[in-house]
């Protein structure tokens, strides 16, 4: 047996840590090809179909382009993202920490249960209309609007983490006498990450598509309102252009942040597999 | 049970031996009467090794110097120490626990306990999922690590010869509600318990006619 070295240990881990890395990028080609084969099926389509009614990609770029270069864009852009990620975090926040307190308690579970479908099913444009009635035209309403969609996907995701955490696991934390703070950081949290990290992110796809839906009915600035009056302009070009601006910066966010975030945090469920 | 002592817990299924070791660990309070337990540190290894999945073996074998406020190096120290003692190699602690085979899991867990220096460890029949080499190998380092610190061993198992083997004193337990029905004191030291002696003494053991009622085994 060869004594503790620390460095070599720190050494080994960056090495795997860069392994993950190289290889979550080099995993990108194949997205990358599917994206392509998109683009193709777009242009074959349009070919067939005219420019009104589905104009070439290469327009839609240009004029994307043309949007971002004349600086007409970013504002809009900036102005969307704000709205969704204010209530998207406002729903992470409260979502996490109502599902985690349900989620310890099995009266509180089952008392939210038959809510939670309620508020799932529930369609967002009722939410609009609500919130139109109470924010009027300004940011409250998309805010309310996201929150409220994304809200009851990340609560149940943060009850499901804590009611399936491991019965064996708790009385493990009690006989080695951990700590509160410990008991959350070391043996809850671990485990219901995996449960809440998926719900984030399709919260995140939820909250770019409500939003986009909010402006679109309610105010006069953002992607959704530049959608609007592209449309009322039969402009076809300019609002395939302003959707490819609102599906890249969601894939954006999501692969460039969520996702390696995820993979950073679930480190252990990877190096596990890949060893045994 | 005196301190340092070896006490089995041996009975049939449903006899409330576990019970009795949960109301000693202090996972269960008792619904009537009360629990004198003078032991300052007891802990517990389970039937399964229920190491947390995400951390890497060295910090699963610190968890309990953790949560006692040690510092990293001086708790990682401790836990590197034990587990070369237990048979476990630098890589084995760098890595997660489903990469470990089911012994290295155990001597993991065995070392965890080990790790809290406790005055008292409860055994929940912790080898009874691992084939006969590795049993006899951990019995080899619980023997060790138990005279090296004088800790008491209160263990339930459903193998007499485990018993026979670990035991200064075993306690038959039996019925519904459970009670103790005998005592049976072993003089011989443990660690001049030959393979043989084991093997003649289980055979004699389970002739006895207060153990063969106890299991609901016909006299013989």
């Known amino acids: ?276 | 049970m005196r301190s340092g002592e070896a006490v089995a817990l041996v009975g049939p299924s449903g006899c409330g031996k576990s019970t009795l070791l949960n109301l000693a660990a202090g996972l269960l309070d008792p619904w009537e009467g009360t629990v004198r337990n003078g032991f300052v540190r007891p802990t517990m290894m389970f039937q399964q090794p229920r190491l947390l999945p995400w951390k890497r073996t060295l910090d699963n074998i610190a968890l309990g110097l953790k949560a006692r406020g040690e510092s990293v190096p001086r708790r990682h120290a401790a836990a590197r120490q034990l587990a070369h003692a237990m048979g476990l190699s630098d890589e084995d602690l760098d890595k997660y626990p489903s990469a470990l085979s089911g012994g290295m899991q155990s001597r993991a867990a065995l070392a965890r306990a080990f790790a809290v220096e406790p005055d008292l460890l409860l055994l929940d029949e912790a080898f009874s999922a691992l084939d006969i080499g590795l049993k006899s190998e951990l019995y080899g380092l619980l023997a060790h690590q138990r005279r090296a610190r004088g800790c008491a061993v209160l263990m339930i198992t459903h193998d007499l010869m485990e018993a026979l083997r670990l035991a200064d004193r075993i306690l038959v337990m039996t019925g519904s509600p459970g009670h103790i029905v005998a005592s049976h004191v072993i003089e011989e030291p443990t660690a001049g318990r030959s393979e043989d002696w084991v093997f003649a003494h289980t055979a004699r053991f389970i002739r006895e006619s207060g153990i063969r009622a106890a299991f609901g085994l016909p006299p013989c």
């Open chain 1, 1 to 276: 047996m060869r004594p503790a070295h620390p460095t070599r240990r720190s050494f080994r881990v960056a090495v795997e840590r860069l392994g993950a890395a190289g290889g979550y990028l080099w995993s990108g080609w194949g997205s990358v090809a599917s994206i392509c084969l998109f683009l193709a099926a777009w242009d074959v389509a349009a070919g067939h179909l005219g420019e009104l009614i589905l104009p070439r990609p290469q327009d839609a770029l240009v004029r994307l382009q043309g949007l971002l270069t004349e600086g007409q864009a970013w504002p809009e852009i900036a102005i969307t993202a704000r709205r969704a990620l204010a209530g998207f975090a406002l729903s992470v926040g409260i979502g996490s920490l109502l599902g985690l307190l349900a989620g310890l308690s099995v009266t509180a579970s089952m008392t939210a249960r038959p809510l939670v479908t309620l508020l799932v099913g529930m369609p967002p444009i009722a939410w609009l209309i609500l919130a139109l009635l109470w924010f009027g035209a300004g940011d409250g309403t998309p805010v309310f609007t996201v929150f409220i969609a994304c809200f009851p996907i990340i609560f149940v995701g943060a009850m499901q983490g804590t009611r399936t955490l491991d019965g064996q696991l708790r009385e493990l934390a009690r006989m080695f006498r951990l700590p509160p703070w410990m008991r959350l950081t070391d043996v809850i949290l671990p485990h219901v990450v995996s449960y809440l990290f998926p719900a984030w992110i399709s919260a995140l796809g939820m909250s770019w598509k409500i939003v986009v839906m909010a402006e679109l009915l309610s105010t006069e600035d953002g992607i959704g309102a530049a959608l609007a009056v592209s449309r009322s302009h039969l402009d076809t070009a300019a609002s395939m252009a302003w959707i490819v601006a609102l599906v890249s910066s969601l894939l954006a966010i999501e692969y460039l942040l969520l996702e390696p975030l995820k993979r950073h945090v679930e480190s252990w469920r990877e190096f596990a597999s890949s060893r045994s």
